[in-house]
């Protein structure tokens, strides 16, 4: 799952807010555990002491000490670990429980009731061992006057040890439940993500064979329903703007036909006639060639017009498509010795695809020029035939000037030239790699290039492969006779990769 799905995105921010909700309600039932158990034991010693105060001390002066110090006994005997109690009047010990036991505080330690901040509250102190105990101190003025102080006492152990199992079982439980949640809410959104995969998957797919397809609507009466009418909806107006510039491109190239025509007819007579001067002559012959150029522009408007909407009626057959590459560059031979290219050709067992053998053709002759074109002398023009798992490849590379990186989204646009002056220099109009992507389109492959500038283009083309064992047809076959320019170092019994020099 790749961390900038939506998916992971959600399910990132939900593991999120659900870890700081943990954390705070951790927090929270920490902090109010140990208050709660913190008012609990103060309120009990000070319960504690002012039972003292009313039960013993109020009816000390009519039962007299010997009765005090029984009760006492009786009620917080000594040795009772907690709550330990002490009765003081000034600086006389009146009554005092034993040392607590567990864990072990010796009494005798805790210094008598001096400051006036103790009294009536709770304070804290630390004995000789390290333990932290709780006293409240109750002050008590008597009908005599006599001045009693009533501590009662307990050490807040039980309280950390409360507190540090609470710890450790949320330490356990928070990132437990926290994992669970997180994996919980992954497969629970698997769910509604399902019609956003559905469309992503659909839409993928529309326009590779045909802009027709559609989106399927998801019967969800909510978002995801709206979003699938509203993108088919803008399908809709895609394809009828595609099929508006379809139908211009296909008019206009119709309708220029006829005047060319006329035009040429017309230069064509007027440079027969005698004894024109020879300025006339040179002009005529410009606008000729001129006109020979808007006518080669015309008809290519008008074969991709017709590949693009579907009108080119094609001879769909099995085609070797290695027979076909090498029957092709036979005829440009020439092309490639003039500038003293060497023109490589690389394949390996039969590639058989459906197709029409001129329109192929006519792919690896405008992509193969192109390399001519655009190679220095004594530079290299290699193409390869392979297949790979469902797919017949074809690469043109060469060693040429190569493609700006700003224009190679762009190569296969209509009309569009990385350099203007050069492409007319080199006759060029700008449709032939349009052309190729028509034509690869109206078989169902594709057409992508790759390039650096300086070092030279690669131009790859894909098409739907056919089984092994489909016959090609004679045909096919009359677009792939061998020549005897060719040197085959072809494979005999063997499917290796093979290499054939021009």
């Known amino acids: 799952m790749s961390r900038y799905s939506l998916r992971a995105r959600v399910n990132t921010f939900y593991a999120g807010m659900l870890a700081l909700a943990l954390i705070v309600f951790s927090i929270a039932v920490y902090l109010g555990v140990r208050a709660f158990l913190t008012r609990s034991l103060e309120r009990s010693l000070s319960n504690s002491a002012e039972s003292i105060v009313s039960d013993y001390l109020v009816p000390l002066d009519r039962k007299g000490d010997s009765w005090f110090l029984a009760e006492m006994n009786e009620s917080y005997p000594p040795g009772s670990s907690d709550p330990f109690v002490r009765v003081t009047q000034g600086n006389r010990i009146r009554y005092q429980s034993g040392d607590m036991r567990d864990p072990y505080v010796n009494m005798s330690e805790l210094a008598l009731p001096s400051n006036p901040s103790w009294f009536h509250s709770i304070h804290r102190e630390t004995t000789a061992n390290g333990q932290r105990l709780m006293i409240y101190t109750l002050p008590y003025r008597a009908l005599n006057g006599s001045i009693f102080f009533v501590e009662t006492g307990t050490t807040i152990e039980p309280i950390r040890h409360v507190l540090r199992s609470l710890t450790e079982i949320l330490l356990v439980t928070t990132p437990v439940i926290l994992i669970l949640a997180t994996f919980g809410g992954y497969f629970l959104m698997s769910q509604p993500l399902k019609p956003v995969v559905t469309l992503t998957e ?169 390399a001519i074109k655009y190679t220095p002398n004594s530079g290299e023009v290699k193409v390869t035939v392979t297949s790979h798992e469902k797919k017949a490849l074809l690469w043109v590379a060469d060693t040429g000037i190569g493609i700006p990186i700003t224009a190679l989204p762009f190569v296969f646009d209509r009309f569009y030239r990385s350099d203007l002056a050069r492409s007319r220099e080199s006759g060029g109009t700008g449709l032939g790699l349009a052309i190729v992507k028509a034509i690869c389109s109206a078989h169902g492959g594709s057409a992508s290039v790759e390039s650096v500038e300086g070092r030279g283009a690669s131009f790859r083309i894909e098409l739907p492969l056919l089984a092994p064992d489909v016959t090609v047809t004679d045909q096919a076959r009359t677009f792939a006779s061998t020549s005897s320019l060719y040197q085959t170092v072809g494979p005999r019994d063997s499917d290796k990769d093979s290499l054939t020099k021009i």
């Open 202 to 370: 659909q839409a993928e797919r529309v326009g590779r064979e045909r802009l027709g397809e559609r989106l399927p609507v998801i019967q969800t009466g909510d978002e995801l329903e709206r979003l699938s009418l509203s993108l088919n909806r803008m399908i809709d107006r895609l394809e009828e703007a595609l099929a508006h510039n379809h139908r211009f491109s296909a008019d206009a190239s119709h309708e220029l036909r006829t005047p060319l025509t006329i035009i040429r007819g017309e230069l064509e007579s007027l440079i027969q006639m005698p004894s024109l001067p020879l300025p006339v002559v040179d002009g005529i012959g410009s606008a000729l060639e001129e006109c020979n150029r808007m006518a080669k522009i015309v008809h290519s408007l008008m074969t991709i017009s017709r590949l693009d909407g579907g009108g080119e009626q094609m001879e769909m057959i099995p085609v070797d498509l290695v027979e076909l590459v090498k029957a092709t560059l036979e005829h440009m031979v020439l092309l490639a010795e003039e500038k003293q290219i060497s023109l490589r050709f690389e394949y390996g067992k039969a590639v058989v695809v459906s197709g029409d053998p001129m329109r192929i053709k006519q792919v690896v002759v405008n992509l193969v020029d192109n």
